[in-house]
């Protein structure tokens, strides 16, 4: 209750218990006009608040489990809220028990790798061995066999020729040894016979040899070459065919590592959010739960109440930094200025007093639903709160000092009345009545006003019950 008040109140009272006739009805108290220095200063509501206060936010949603007590206090580390994860748990149990046998089918695909790497490598091995006996085989052949047929051949022409010209040779003398006695006619005629015989033989041997030089050396030389080139072949043909499995049983392997990583990756979330389902406090502090706003209200949280991910359920004020928020109007924020004294009051705490200035004034005003009152927040500090218990959300009163007006006059605003834009007051006549005197007012805060003309220092201006009628107002 300031002073103006009280002033009121004992008006009242006086102007009821005093006589209507007596000339001093009206009068409260003489308050001689002083001069010195006026502190210009606003008075607004606030409440405490943490400078720096912790936002705890769930990282999922799901039902309340537990949780702590709205208003108690924490250490770091300690448990806050726990959500219901049986759910998770559950399907974090399915999942393990997927990856387990994803990983017992990859390593099983992985020893059915190794063992067509094997596999392959015979293969491999195998076309090459099959090219190195193609290649034995033709130059055997071209080296050995097909030489010592030729020579074969052609021996047996040779041989079949010499025996031909002998045996010829031989027929030539025979009729000679006919007409002298010395054969018979019918071994002339053998002789004969076999003559043909060894000329159809070295026919025979010349025309085995020109059947092997025209059809069985090509033919058989083609066959041999054409088994190398086939042996060629088939080595690069079973390495595309080896490089293609491989390349196909790799993707499936790369499927299967990915499809394994992203099952660990699923169970490593689900492991994280059971995890985030239990949120302990990160800094000592005491618990305030999220109230919701003006147009969605709530109570404290309770075991059974659905949060979802990213909402803010809870804060934890730092109580060893606190500073006082409050609104002021849009009338006076513009004398505001960031290092202004304040005072700031607190009623729940025996009216305990701190000092401290203006931190922070808000750029923009903050609308209030259903008023036309622009009010900006402006941020105050306190200091030497030392050994102060204090609790978020008490209830302040705070005094900014706007500005010291040094070497002024200044009465009691309360004796200053005004007319039609004149203020005046009343100072006491030689007969003791209340006589009007006009004066010029500069600024005032709640208690004071500036004159700045009409008055000397040393005078009494007259703080009255009422301002009386004019028939009881001295001459000047």
Not at 106 to 128: H, N, P, S
Not at 384 to 404: M, N, Y
Request: hydrophobic content about 35%; overall charge negative.
């Amino acid at each position: 209750m300031n002073r103006l008040t009280v002033i009121c109140a004992l008006c009242l009272c006086l102007w009821s218990c005093q006589d209507a006739d007596d000339s001093t009805v009206y009068i409260i108290e003489r308050v001689p006009v002083a001069q010195g220095t006026l502190d210009i200063s606003i008075t607004e509501d606030g409440s405490l608040d943490s400078a720096n206060s912790v936002d705890i936010k769930t990282e999922i949603g799901g039902d309340i489990l537990w949780v702590i007590e709205d208003g108690s206090e924490v250490k770091k580390g300690d448990k806050l809220i726990e959500l219901d994860s049986q759910e998770r748990k559950e399907g974090l149990e399915s999942k393990v028990f997927e990856l387990e046998k994803s990983e017992r089918e990859l390593e099983e695909f992985r020893e059915e790798l190794k063992i067509f790497g094997m596999e392959a490598e015979r293969r491999r091995q195998e076309a090459i061995d099959k090219r190195a006996f193609a290649e034995m085989a033709l130059s055997q052949y071209k080296e050995g066999k097909s030489p010592f047929t030729k020579k074969e051949h052609e021996l047996k022409v040779e041989s079949a020729r010499i025996a031909l010209d002998d045996h010829q040779d031989k027929v030539t003398r025979m009729p000679a040894l006919l007409e002298k006695g010395f054969i018979t006619q019918s071994e002339l005629r053998q002789a004969e016979l076999r003559a043909r015989e060894l000329a159809q033989d070295l026919e025979r041997s010349e025309r085995n040899l020109d059947v092997w030089k025209t059809f069985d050396h090509p033919q058989e030389l083609a066959r041999k070459t054409s088994d190398l080139e086939s042996a060629t072949l088939n080595i690069q043909r079973e390495e595309m065919r080896i490089k293609s499995e491989l390349n196909r049983k790799q993707a499936t392997l790369k499927s299967k590592e990915f499809q394994i990583q992203r099952q660990r990756t699923k169970i490593e979330k689900k492991q994280k959010e059971i995890g985030q389902m239990i949120i302990t406090a990160p800094a000592d502090g005491i618990v305030v739960h999220d109230s919701g706003n003006s147009w969605n209200k709530k109570g404290p949280l309770k075991i059974g109440d659905n949060v979802h991910s990213n909402e803010m359920i809870m804060s934890l004020p730092d109580l060893s930094n606190m500073v006082v928020q409050t609104k002021v109007n849009e009338v006076n924020v513009g004398k505001l200025q960031e290092g202004q004294s304040t005072t700031s009051v607190i009623e729940a705490m025996n009216n305990a007093s701190y000092i401290g200035e203006v931190r922070k004034i808000a750029t923009t005003a903050s609308d209030t639903w259903g008023s036309s009152v622009k009010e900006y927040m402006t941020e105050v500090t306190l200091e030497e709160t030392e050994g102060a218990h204090f609790r978020p959300d008490l209830s302040v009163k705070v005094t900014i000092l706007l500005e010291s007006i040094p070497d002024v006059l200044f009465i009691p605003l309360g004796a200053v009345y005004q007319t039609d834009g004149q203020a005046y007051c009343y100072v006491e006549d030689d007969d003791g009545r209340p006589k009007r005197r006009d004066v010029t007012i500069g600024s005032a805060n709640d208690d004071m006003v500036i004159v700045q003309d009409g008055l000397t220092e040393g005078e009494e201006v007259l703080l009255l019950a009422a301002e009386p009628e004019k028939t009881d107002i001295g001459n000047d």
